[in-house]
C-alpha cells in the first residue's frame, strides 16, 4: 500500500513510525513532515489545504490511503474532495465529512449536537456581536469560573477560563470584536467543570468503533498546570483513575450516544474521534470534540497500541472494523515535549538542537524541526515529544525527563512534573 500523511507535527512523525511498521507500508509520504518523519518515509513540500495539489499527487504516487493529521483540512473539507472527485473516490481517506468535521470546527454545532442525543456536556449558550448586550447580562448571572470558547479553529488558543465577570466580560467583547478573527464570531459561555480531565480515541465508520488506548495530557505551560494554554506539555497512558467501571460509562453515555447520532444525523464519518472528557465526581463529561487525534497524546496511544493501523483503517473503510480486537502494550507510556523559550508566546525558530544520539531507551517524536546543514533546527514551538515505557507512568517519566535534559537547544523548555496530579 502506498500511503500519503498529511501534517507535520509530532502527532504525524507517531502516525508514520507506526504506518512503516506495517508489512504492508510500500510507499509512505509526509506532506509537509518534518526532520523526523524523514526517516519514516519521503517528505513532500505539499499544503494540505491545497486540495487539487493533493489530489494530484495522491494520482500519481497510486495512494491507496490518505491520512488526515491535523483539524483544518477535514474542516474545509478534504473527505469530500476526494469522494467527489471519481479519480480520486477509491483512495480510503482517514478523516470525517466536512459536517463530521464541524464537531471540532464549531463548538456551538457540537454542543447541540450533544443535547440532541443527551451526551452528558456543560450547560452552555452561544452568542454573536448582534447578542453581545444579552451575552454581557449572562455573564452577570454566572458564578465564576466563567469559561469561553471561541466557536471556531483557533488553534488551541480559543478557550479562556476566567476568575471574575469583570474580566470575563471584557473578554467576551474582545472575542466578539475579533480577538481570535472569524473563529470568534460566534462566543460559547459554558459552565465550568470542577474534575480530572482524560482523552478516549475512537477509530469508527460510523458505524462500528474500536477504543484506543486511553491518555491524559497537560495543557499549560507552567509547572503544576499554571500559567497559559499550550498544545500540550506532555502525556501518560494509561491514565491510573480511569477504571473498568468510568469507561463503561464512558462507552455507554459518550461513545455509543455519538455513533448513533452520526447514524441519525445522516453524517458520513470515517476516522478518529477525540474525546477530551473531565471526570467529575465519578462521572465523564464532554469538554470537547475534536476530529482527530491529539497532540501530544498520539505519541503515547500509537506506541501502546499493537495492531498493525493500517489493518485498521482496512476494516474502518470495509466495514469489518466490528470484528477487529484492539491490543493494547500493557506497559505504561509518557512523553514530555521539549518546547522553545517564549512558548506560546513569542519564540524563535531555527536554533541547532544537540545531544539527540544521546538519548536512549526514549521514541523521539519530532515536532517543530526541520532539517539544517548536517545539522536537525527547531522549526517550531513545540520541538520535540520524548516518549519512553515503563512498568509504570513514573518509571516511563523518568526515562523522558533524563533524556530531555540530554538534548538541547537555546531557549529549551520542559516540564519535568508530568502527572503530577495521578
Not at 114 to 143: H, S, V
Not at 219 to 242: C, H, W, Y
Not at 323 to 331: F, S
Request: charged letters at 20%.
Amino acid at each position: 500500500m502506498n500511503i500519503l500523511l498529511l501534517g507535520g507535527g509530532g502527532r504525524e512523525h507517531a502516525l508514520a513510525w507506526k504506518m512503516q511498521q506495517s508489512p504492508r507500508c510500500d510507499d509512505l509520504y509526509i506532506a509537509p513532515g518534518n526532520a523526523g518523519t524523514a526517516s519514516c518515509g519521503t517528505n513532500v513540500d505539499l499544503n494540505p489545504l491545497d486540495f487539487v495539489a493533493v489530489g494530484e499527487f495522491a494520482l500519481a504516487k497510486a495512494i491507496h490511503i490518505l491520512v488526515v493529521g491535523p483539524e483544518a483540512p477535514l474542516v474545509e473539507g478534504i473527505y469530500d474532495h476526494f469522494k467527489n472527485d471519481p479519480r480520486l473516490a477509491d483512495i480510503i481517506v482517514v478523516g470525517p465529512s466536512a459536517e463530521g468535521a464541524q464537531l471540532e470546527g464549531s463548538k456551538a454545532y457540537a454542543k447541540a449536537f450533544m443535547q440532541e442525543f443527551g451526551i452528558p456536556t456543560a450547560a452552555y449558550r452561544e452568542f454573536t456581536a448582534a447578542t453581545l448586550a444579552e451575552g454581557l447580562a449572562y455573564i452577570d448571572q454566572q458564578t465564576p469560573p466563567i469559561v469561553l470558547k471561541a466557536d471556531g479553529l483557533a488553534a488551541g488558543k480559543g478557550v479562556l477560563i476566567l476568575e471574575d465577570r469583570e474580566t470575563a466580560k471584557q473578554e467576551f467583547s474582545a472575542m466578539l470584536d475579533g480577538k481570535f478573527g472569524a473563529a470568534s464570531s460566534k462566543v460559547v459561555i459554558e459552565a465550568f467543570l470542577s474534575g480530572i480531565e482524560f482523552s478516549v480515541f475512537v477509530l469508527t465508520n460510523g458505524k462500528d468503533y474500536q477504543i484506543l488506548p486511553i491518555a491524559k495530557d497537560y495543557k499549560r505551560i507552567g509547572e503544576g498546570d499554571q500559567g497559559l494554554n499550550t498544545g500540550g506539555m506532555g502525556a501518560v497512558s494509561p491514565v491510573p483513575f480511569v477504571d473498568d467501571a468510568l469507561m463503561q460509562k464512558v462507552e455507554e453515555r459518550i461513545v455509543k450516544p455519538t455513533i448513533t447520532g452520526l447514524q441519525v444525523r445522516g453524517i458520513t464519518y470515517e476516522g478518529f474521534i477525540f474525546l477530551g472528557l473531565i471526570k467529575v465526581g465519578d462521572d465523564p463529561y464532554v469538554i470537547e470534540y475534536n476530529c482527530r487525534m491529539g497532540d501530544p497524546e498520539t505519541e503515547v496511544v500509537m506506541p501502546r497500541l499493537q495492531n498493525d493501523l493500517l489493518d485498521l483503517f482496512e476494516a474502518m473503510a470495509n466495514d469489518s472494523l466490528g470484528d477487529m480486537a484492539v491490543n493494547i502494550d500493557a506497559r505504561a507510556a509518557t512523553t514530555v515535549m521539549l518546547v522553545s523559550g517564549g512558548y506560546p508566546e513569542a519564540y524563535e525558530k531555527g536554533k541547532s538542537m544537540s545531544g539527540l544520539e544521546n538519548a536512549n531507551d526514549s521514541l523521539l517524536f519530532h515536532a517543530g524541526t526541520r532539517s539544517g546543514e548536517g545539522t536537525v533546527l527547531t522549526n517550531g514551538g513545540r520541538v520535540l515529544a520524548i516518549t519512553s515505557y515503563g512498568a509504570d507512568f513514573h518509571q516511563a517519566l523518568a526515562i523522558s525527563n533524563k533524556n530531555a535534559s540530554l538534548i538541547n537547544f537555546d531557549g529549551k523548555y520542559y516540564r519535568r512534573d508530568i502527572g503530577f496530579d495521578l
